[in-house]
């Protein structure tokens, strides 16, 4: 080899090395990498690591711009789909916060909830007791939710323009928490307006407030709402057993003393109180909306808003799923038949606990939004529930989303700018 091809080959290696170097002074410093487990959200991962769900666009801002040099590392173009083995970039905690814009989120929240089924959503195990009359509208209306004071336990990270806590309250004597947001700067007159935010089933022994609905609950916040969105009895630290919602008036019971509790609250206007409601969390409040008349609208997406005879009847589990084990049979299904019959046997009682027999007391407009691919709540249920809001003469929208799933993932955005709008027309822009 000549000395003119040695000089070329020690150019050309400098000029590679040059190159180089910029590109590795500009990979992200990672304080850590994290391996995605079975299991695992962005917000949980966020949660643990960063001690805030609410900043898992950190982890997907600092992971893409390591994967732009260094493949070793996941793209992550939908943070509604982490893959098993991926690496992920975990910032360090000081980094600033991504930042957030004011209108609908860009970014869809990891799935607030697993596929729940209508024995795991809010099923009850074996009982000593079991009363289906308190699972009447009338009980419910008979009950005492008195004003109180909301009790902040704990100041949390702020949003981009929001405080956060978590607050508590009472209800039935036990103390119930939940997350709290206020906006920042200067209050209205008359206070912020509100929306109670009723989440749907997802197991108490893993509920966590500052997880799931991340993006749902920021989209809210951002735009000028107190939200307050209640953990119900037995989740998180929440005194009280978690019965479930159906066999049961616990969790709407302790929603509407969270309604008492906000009306209270000083910063809040308590003539401008929303509620928004998804899977269970839909039929909360549709039965709190025909029991508290100061609920201005409520939405509700993919809710379990049958009344009971179509529970009992069109809402079955999967059959790619196994049966519940034989200790955890009696479910409500089962209890309420055992007690009072079947709906052709005694359809007085099932009209009194069902909440669609009182749609002419409804509190507000009603917003329905609807997967028509919804593998967990059927999409007849909202389809049904429009029809008997438009024969009772209600002030109603209902929106469908084609091959959409439970959580309206494809839609987020869309239905996310419906509900704000919807809110602000009935809640914010109230006359």
Not at 396 to 405: G, K, P, V
Request: some cysteine; overall charge neutral; proline content about 8%.
């Amino acid at each position: 080899m000549n000395i003119k091809r040695w000089i070329g080959l020690i150019v050309g290696l400098i000029v590679a090395l040059t190159v180089a170097v910029p590109a590795l002074a500009q990979t992200p410093a990672c304080a850590r990498t994290v391996t995605v487990q079975e299991g695992d959200t962005l917000t949980a991962i966020a949660q643990r690591t960063l001690g805030d769900a609410a900043f898992y666009n950190r982890i997907v801002d600092a992971t893409n711009a390591a994967a732009r040099v260094d493949p070793s590392f996941s793209t992550i173009q939908n943070p509604n789909r982490v893959g098993i083995g991926w690496k992920l970039c975990i910032p360090s905690n000081s980094s600033q916060p991504t930042s957030t814009p004011t209108a609908a989120p860009t970014r869809v929240q990891p799935p607030p909830l697993a596929t729940p089924t209508p024995e795991d959503e809010g099923g009850v195990g074996e009982v000593e007791s079991f009363d289906g009359e308190a699972l009447t509208i009338e009980y419910l209306r008979r009950q005492n939710y008195p004003a109180q004071s909301l009790v902040i336990k704990e100041t949390l990270t702020p949003g981009s323009n929001y405080n956060r806590y978590i607050a508590s309250y009472i209800s039935e004597g036990l103390r119930i928490d939940g997350l709290l947001t206020v906006p920042q700067g200067a209050k209205p007159a008359t206070g912020w307006p509100v929306i109670i935010f009723n989440h749907g089933y997802i197991p108490p022994a893993v509920y966590r407030p500052t997880e799931r609905y991340v993006a749902y609950v920021d989209a809210f916040a951002r735009n000028g709402y107190i939200v307050f969105r209640p953990d119900y009895r037995g989740h998180a630290d929440s005194e009280g057993e978690a019965r479930g919602a159906y066999g049961y008036p616990d969790y709407t019971i302790d929603v509407l003393n969270a309604v008492a509790a906000m009306k209270n609250y000083p910063d809040a206007d308590p003539n401008r109180i929303g509620m928004w409601g998804h899977s269970m969390g839909g039929y909360i409040t549709l039965r709190a909306m025909v029991v508290d008349p100061d609920i201005r609208a409520g939405v509700i997406w993919a809710g379990v808003v049958a009344d009971y005879p179509d529970l009992l009847t069109k809402w079955r589990r999967p059959n790619n799923l196994p049966a519940p084990a034989l200790s955890q049979a009696r479910r409500w299904r089962v209890l309420l038949q055992e007690k009072y019959g079947t709906p052709e046997e005694n359809p007085a009682f099932y009209a009194s606990i069902s909440a669609n027999s009182y749609l002419a007391d409804l509190s507000g407009p009603l917003q329905l939004h609807h997967g028509t691919a919804d593998a967990s709540v059927p999409y007849e249920f909202s389809a049904t529930l429009a029809e008997q809001l438009k024969a009772a003469g209600q002030t109603y929208e209902f929106y469908t989303y084609a091959r959409d799933d439970h959580n309206i993932s494809q839609g987020f955005n869309e239905a996310m700018a419906r509900s704000l709008a919807f809110f602000d027309r009935y809640v914010k822009n109230r006359r």
